[in-house]
């Protein structure tokens, strides 16, 4: 289960990579209006989420007495280096805690302000959280990009060539159709070779 977990996270993180890719250093900083948030702060308030819920996540309360949330929303970084780095931070601590599930963890109950959860629970909630914000972050990535966006996903017009190249892919093999996602994945062979036999 864990490694199933790992995929999809792995999934979402991509996307923000390569929108990242994309992106001058300013663009981090850019916001549509006061009311709106920065690139940079959408990573902020990731990177903090995942630092609280899953440092010592199996002993400890998702909701840390040192976070401050508040502050999240509150551009702190000088640079593009300074807010990958909190991005990189963020999900290795994600990543260390999904490599600690097994059967045995599974359904134990852990705590998110005091709310009882199971791990499974904790991990579904979040795969609800960063995929919000990832889609905050290219959309935000895109809009600036305009017309100099490199897609993430199916080109526009391209659907037919694309279910084409899968059908050719995930043939049926002995009566038993490969493993195939659900997720619209982006033309990446990264991504792309995790679901070969």
């Given at each position: 289960?864990?490694?199933?977990?790992?995929?999809?996270?792995?999934?979402?993180?991509?996307?923000?990579?390569?929108?990242?890719?994309?992106?001058?250093?300013?663009?981090?900083?850019?916001?549509?209006?006061?009311?709106?948030?920065?690139?940079?702060?959408?990573?902020?308030h990731v990177a903090g989420n995942m630092l609280s819920r899953w440092t010592n996540f199996l002993t400890e309360d998702g909701e840390k007495s040192w976070r401050n949330r508040d502050e999240e929303f509150v551009n702190t970084f000088q640079s593009k280096t300074e807010v990958l780095d909190d991005w990189e931070k963020g999900w290795?601590?994600?990543?260390?805690?999904?490599?600690?599930?097994?059967?045995?963890?599974?359904?134990?109950?852990?705590?998110?302000?005091?709310e009882a959860h199971s791990v499974i629970d904790a991990v579904f909630r979040?795969?609800?959280?960063?995929?919000?914000?990832?889609?905050?972050?290219?959309?935000?990535?895109?809009?600036?990009?305009?017309e100099d966006w490199k897609t993430l996903s199916i080109a526009r017009n391209k659907s037919q060539d694309f279910n084409s190249e899968m059908k050719d892919k995930f043939t049926?093999?002995?009566?038993?159709?490969?493993?195939?996602?659900?997720?619209c994945f982006a033309k990446s062979p990264d991504i792309r070779d995790d679901y070969k036999l």
């Open positions: 289960m864990k490694d199933l977990f790992i995929k999809r996270f792995e999934y979402y993180k991509m996307l923000g990579d390569k929108s990242f890719e994309q992106l001058l250093d300013e663009q981090f900083f850019w916001q549509f209006n006061e009311e709106s948030n920065s690139i940079a702060v959408i990573v902020k290795s601590c994600l990543f260390d805690a999904l490599s600690q599930i097994n059967d045995e963890n599974l359904y134990s109950t852990i705590y998110i302000r005091n979040q795969l609800a959280h960063y995929p919000y914000h990832i889609g905050q972050i290219v959309f935000i990535a895109k809009m600036m990009k305009n049926k093999d002995e009566g038993e159709i490969q493993n195939s996602s659900s997720v």
